[in-house]
């Protein structure tokens, strides 16, 4: 498994300079980090059998959309949504599947709706790949993805949680390129961790961390 990029940084999904839940990690030192094993407690691996109903290929004006692997279960069609409704300007819907405990993902909704507006937006989204990543996998990732990983677990007050990761394609507005985003045309990998609070809860996206 790949290594996490080391950075701190927030940024929108179309990559605009208003801020949002997203974030990446501190800068590596060159002391050893020593992260104590966390108890496989609450995280989810396996679902059950999904069939996949979404879009795969959408045009909307001079934006496309597209996904190249099907999402297997309910977490990895929950990203799929959050690319799929930014994609479709559904900003109310954006704002329900980010879990309103993390307010900087609402704001991230609202300000991707203003942006849009002013001809900020990604003309091109490719989903490439989707993968529910194991505890063992979680486990393998930089330590410091793991400690935040952690850290995010318990603020929340995770009682069911999960980590997929989505690797994916953007190209840019024109608009968009002009405000120099951090991260421009290419293609990137994304972690999400989803989770519930309580069993009854819907699936919602409670953090992002950038690669």
Same mark, same amino acid.
């Given at each position: 498994?790949?290594? &996490?990029?080391?950075?701190?940084?927030?940024?929108?999904?179309?990559?605009?300079?208003?801020?949002?839940?997203?974030? #990446?990690?501190?800068?590596?030192?060159?002391?050893?980090?020593?992260?104590?094993?966390?108890?496989?407690?609450?995280?989810?691996?396996? /679902?059950?059998? +999904?069939?996949?109903?979404?879009?795969?290929?959408?045009?909307?004006?001079?934006? !496309? /959309?597209?996904?190249?692997?099907?999402?297997? $279960?309910?977490?990895?069609?929950?990203?799929?949504?959050?690319?799929?409704?930014?994609?479709?300007?559904?900003?109310?819907?954006?704002?329900?599947?980010? #879990?309103?405990? $993390?307010?900087? &993902?609402?704001?991230?909704?609202?300000?991707?709706?203003?942006? /849009?507006?002013?001809?900020?937006?990604?003309?091109?989204?490719?989903?490439?790949?989707?993968?529910?990543?194991?505890?063992?996998?979680?486990?393998?990732?930089?330590?410091?993805?793991?400690? !935040?990983?952690?850290? #995010?677990?318990?603020?929340? $007050?995770? $009682?069911?949680?999960?980590?997929?990761?989505?690797?994916?394609?953007?190209?840019?507005?024109? #608009?968009?390129?002009?405000?120099?985003?951090?991260?421009?045309?290419?293609?990137?990998?994304?972690?999400?961790?989803?989770?519930?609070?309580?069993?009854?809860?819907?699936?919602?996206?409670?953090?992002? +961390?950038?690669?």
């Amino acid at each position: 498994m790949k290594k &996490l990029t080391s950075m701190m940084i927030i940024l929108l999904l179309v990559g605009c300079s208003k801020p949002t839940g997203e974030q #990446a990690l501190p800068l590596k030192s060159d002391e050893p980090i020593i992260v104590e094993p966390i108890e496989q407690v609450g995280y989810i691996e396996e /679902f059950d059998e +999904f069939d996949f109903t979404g879009e795969r290929e959408a045009t909307i004006d001079d934006r !496309h /959309f597209l996904i190249e692997d099907n999402p297997d $279960n309910v977490v990895e069609t929950l990203v799929y949504e959050y690319y799929y409704y930014n994609f479709n300007t559904s900003w109310d819907i954006l704002k329900e599947i980010s #879990a309103k405990e $993390n307010e900087a &993902l609402q704001i991230s909704a609202t300000n991707s709706e203003e942006l /849009f507006n002013e001809g900020c937006y990604l003309r091109e989204i490719v989903l490439h790949s989707f993968d529910t990543l194991s505890f063992e996998d979680l486990k393998d990732v930089d330590l410091m993805f793991f400690s !935040h990983f952690e850290e #995010a677990v318990e603020k929340y $007050n995770l $009682n069911m949680y999960s980590v997929v990761e989505v690797e994916y394609s953007m190209v840019h507005s024109i #608009a968009s390129l002009d405000r120099r985003p951090q991260f421009g045309d290419g293609k990137y990998e994304r972690y999400y961790l989803c989770g519930k609070v309580n069993d009854e809860d819907s699936w919602q996206i409670f953090e992002i +961390f950038l690669y």
